[in-house]
Each structure stands twice: as structure tokens, then as C-alpha cells.
């Protein structure tokens, strides 16, 4: 059941110095996914979420799992919580060390409270902690990609390309989304190999994919300027020999 899985997770990872905790377990989850507390006291840039925060989490879902979700997701998409990380945290555990029901529930959230492909990535970062890779992760994570119009998609993988420990290519090796659309599959393409097909060009979800992939090729500072401006290209694109030109700067604030 959740409560042994939490002691048994708790038992295996290094746990954080946090003072007692106090009141209300409800009010207590929301402190947590309001601030990424549940103790009551708030120390400047938060703290690391780890193994202390699972007390609250896991007993409110073995409470009432539906009850528990609700609060995750309302918590990310009111956008009063200044991050999203404690949302992204508790829906992480409850996907890995919840019993089927919770899972496929947490599973069902994970759009609403993963919407852009950072949040993804921070997802996927916590469910390591509480587990592999099965079936139910590989579905959701999936239908995350398959989901988007190609065209925000492409933008996505664009703005988020990685974070420290993962990248949207290691999600889609581990993921395997069968791509919906022929542009879905040349945008997984670009993303697992580097390369994009050759009918690339002519498919308008791919216009800012086809101009990074212009911008590494030019090193004309006009030129250059010129696919920035057009297209919005932003400045982790520009290759480094670009990056110190006025005019590329120029291109990149407007």
C-alpha cells in the first residue's frame, strides 16, 4: 500500500533537516503546493523538495486520492503558486507509489499540470526518484507529445530543449509516442537523431525547426539577423560565433 511504499522510500534516500510539522493535513498540502512547505515556516528560495515533503503527500492520498489530485492540479493551474514544482512533485509521486487507481489518475492530470515541456521534464526528474519506467509512465509521458498540434510542439522542444539531467531526446527514447501526424514524426525525428528529413521544408509545423537548422549553417551576421527576426529564434539557437555580433543582439530583443 502508499503508506509502506513512502516508509519504504523513506528509508532508501537521504532525508532533509525540517522541523516538525503542525495543523491540519489538508491545509498543510496546500501550504506545500502553495509554497513547498508544509511546516509553517518559509526560508528564502525554497528548499529541495525530498523525502519530508512525501509525509503530507502520501498520507492525503491515502485519505482520499481524488480529493488529494484536485488540490495538485487546481494548486498548478491557478497560477497563484509562485513554482510549479511542489504540484509537479506530488503528482510525480502519486503516479509512482500510488495504488493502479491513483496512478491512472495522476497519469490523467499530468497534462493539465505539465504544460509546457519544462514542467515535463521536471516530471519526469521526480518520478526517477520514486521508480523505473512502466508502462503507465511510458503512455502518459507519450501522450504528452502526441497531444500537441505539431506546430507547438516544435516550439516546445525549441524553448525546452533540456534540463540538468534530461533532455526531450532521452524522454522520447524512453517514451517511443507513436507520432499521430507525418509532422509529429519529422519533429521526433530531428529530436532522437539531429537531423530532419529531407521534406522538412515545405511542412509549415517545422518553419522554426527549418531555421535553426539554416541559422547553424550561415555564418553571414546579416543573414543571420534576418532568420532571428523572422522566425523568433531564441538566443540558445544562435551559434557561438554569433552570439557577441550587435546585430544578432538587435535581432534578439525584438
Known amino acids: ?17 525540517l522541523p516538525p510539522s503542525f495543523g491540519d493535513e489538508w491545509a498543510r498540502l496546500d501550504r506545500f503546493l502553495m509554497y513547498g512547505i508544509c511546516n509553517g515556516q518559509y526560508v528564502a528560495g525554497g528548499h529541495e523538495l525530498e523525502l519530508d515533503d512525501l509525509d503530507v503527500v502520501g ?14 492540479v487546481d494548486a498548478s493551474v491557478s497560477g497563484l503558486a509562485p513554482k510549479n514544482d511542489p504540484a509537479l512533485f506530488s503528482l510525480a509521486l502519486a503516479a509512482k507509489l500510488g495504488d493502479a487507481t491513483t496512478r491512472r489518475a495522476a497519469y490523467a492530470a499530468l497534462p493539465e499540470v505539465c504544460r509546457d ?13 520514486f521508480g523505473g519506467w512502466g508502462r503507465g509512465m511510458r503512455s502518459a509521458v507519450a501522450a504528452w507529445f502526441t497531444a500537441q498540434p505539431a506546430s507547438e510542439l516544435a516550439r516546445q522542444l525549441v524553448l525546452y530543449p533540456a534540463i540538468p539531467g534530461w533532455s526531450m531526446r532521452d524522454v522520447l527514447r524512453l517514451a517511443h509516442p507513436r507520432a499521430p501526424t507525418p509532422s509529429h514524426d519529422r519533429l521526433f525525428a530531428w529530436v532522437v537523431s539531429g537531423k530532419l528529413p529531407g521534406d522538412a521544408a515545405t511542412d509549415p509545423a517545422c518553419t522554426l525547426i527549418v531555421a535553426i537548422e539554416q541559422l547553424r549553417r550561415t555564418r553571414d551576421v546579416a543573414a543571420a539577423a534576418r532568420i532571428i527576426r523572422t522566425h523568433h529564434v531564441p538566443r540558445a539557437w544562435v551559434p557561438n560565433a554569433l552570439q557577441d555580433e550587435p546585430a544578432i543582439d538587435a535581432a534578439l530583443g525584438e
Open 59 to 72: 498520507r492525503c492520498l491515502a485519505a482520499d486520492r481524488f480529493r488529494t489530485l484536485r488540490r495538485i
Open 1 to 17: 500500500m502508499l503508506q509502506q511504499t513512502l516508509l519504504d522510500a523513506r528509508a532508501t534516500m537521504p532525508r532533509p533537516l
Open 117 to 129: 515541456g519544462a514542467q515535463l521534464l521536471r516530471f519526469v526528474e521526480y518520478a526517477r526518484r
